[in-house]
């Protein structure tokens, strides 16, 4: 069973940046992919982007060249680093873990077996 603890989230205005973290523990053998999704008030949880455990990644359109996902293998950690951040990314975040790279690096939240708690961005304009 695999656990995960985000953290890094907080206010920041817009432009500004923010680094989300987040920590693995618990049985991480196979071939697992990993993501952070978000979901505002009223919206539907959206996939942000993912990495696998070749290093390879995919990204929403609304995140291009804005965010940068990577990940230390050796201390099972998971970064979400986020540029450039308007008010449209104010959104609880959440990291999540998959079994499946097929369907990790499309982004279907349904594939995640794994959830963190959440973290909490706000972006003030």
């Known amino acids: 069973q695999v656990q995960l603890v985000e953290s890094g989230g907080g206010s920041v205005q817009a432009g500004g940046s923010l680094t989300l973290s987040c920590l693995a523990t618990?049985?991480?053998?196979?071939?697992?992919?990993v993501g952070w999704f978000r979901q505002a008030p009223g919206k539907e949880r959206e996939g942000v982007a993912t990495?696998?455990?070749?290093?390879?990644?995919s990204y929403a359109d609304s995140v291009k060249g804005r965010f940068t996902i990577s990940q230390d293998n050796a201390r099972q950690t998971m970064y979400l680093l986020m540029k450039s951040l308007t008010p449209e990314d104010t959104a609880m975040y959440y990291c999540a873990a998959s079994s499946s790279p097929w369907f990790c690096r499309r982004r279907v939240a349904s594939r995640f077996g794994a959830w963190g708690q959440g973290t909490q961005v706000t972006v003030s304009s």
């Open positions: 618990g049985n991480m053998r196979g071939s697992y992919c």
């Open positions: 990495i696998d455990s070749d290093g390879s990644t």
